[in-house]
């Protein structure tokens, strides 16, 4: 399997543009969450989906941050507008709970979002 | 509510020393353990899992952890450290009463001498 797959690596954007995360997970998995990395604030859980319907989204920041995933292989995470302190690195991660009670993650290589 | 320690942020050894990383977990009943590495630039990657039987458990390149419950730490251990292992490493926990949520660790970032 390719592992979970995120895409754009690099996004450079200005301030009020809409941001478009991508991420693509492991056939199979049931799970998938994205996260949001930053030097400050470490490892922060934004929202998680089971079998494609949102579970958690108590992590989101704000309104401006959402979240889809239209079918098992592919999510989004937007921001629209914006700001530089949403300047971090963004990772989709997946899991396959129901054959590994364990809940193991698997993370993709991660989106890292730079806003001038 | 669960929560995970790793009391030091930095640790730097030298070449071929030993390694042990720090990891202290909360959590109401029999946790599952996990300690991830991030190299730079790449997600993260799992190093190894405890969540039952021998509470010492082998992973990949070399690492090895011990469950303690007495003293709830999970902590990381290699008896020769590579250049290679420099990245960031971070410990989890999760468990049956956890839903399906990992907490993770601040991260300990190691870096190593030649």
């Known amino acids: 399997d390719a592992g979970v797959i995120q895409s754009p690596r690099h996004e450079v954007t200005e301030m009020g543009q809409e941001v478009t995360l991508r991420c693509k997970p492991i056939s199979g998995h049931d799970y998938l969450f994205w996260y949001r990395q930053t030097m400050m604030r470490g490892l922060e859980l934004l929202i998680y989906f089971n079998n494609n319907v949102p579970i958690d989204d108590s992590g989101m920041p704000e309104d401006r941050f959402s979240a889809k995933m239209p079918n098992a292989s592919f999510s989004t995470l937007k921001i629209q507008p914006s700001e530089p302190r949403d300047s971090a690195v963004y990772f989709c991660?997946?899991?396959?709970?129901?054959?590994?009670?364990?809940?193991?993650?698997?993370f993709g290589e991660g989106s890292r979002l730079t806003v001038l | 509510a669960q929560s995970v320690t790793q009391p030091d942020i930095h640790i730097t050894v030298s070449e071929g020393a030993s390694l042990e990383l720090r990891c202290n977990y909360s959590?109401?009943?029999?946790?599952?353990l996990f300690w991830y590495v991030q190299s730079p630039g790449q997600g993260l990657q799992l190093l190894l899992k405890y969540f039952s039987g021998d509470t010492l458990v082998q992973g990949i390149k070399g690492f090895e952890a011990e469950f303690k419950r007495s003293q709830s730490s999970f902590n990381l251990r290699k008896p020769s450290v590579h250049w290679s292992d420099a990245a960031e490493y971070f410990c989890a926990v999760g468990g049956p009463n956890a839903g399906n949520m990992l907490t993770f660790g601040g991260g300990t970032r190691l870096m190593v001498k030649p």
């Open positions: 991660a997946s899991m396959w709970r129901t054959g590994d009670a364990t809940g193991e993650l698997f």
């Open positions: 959590y109401g009943a029999t946790p599952y």
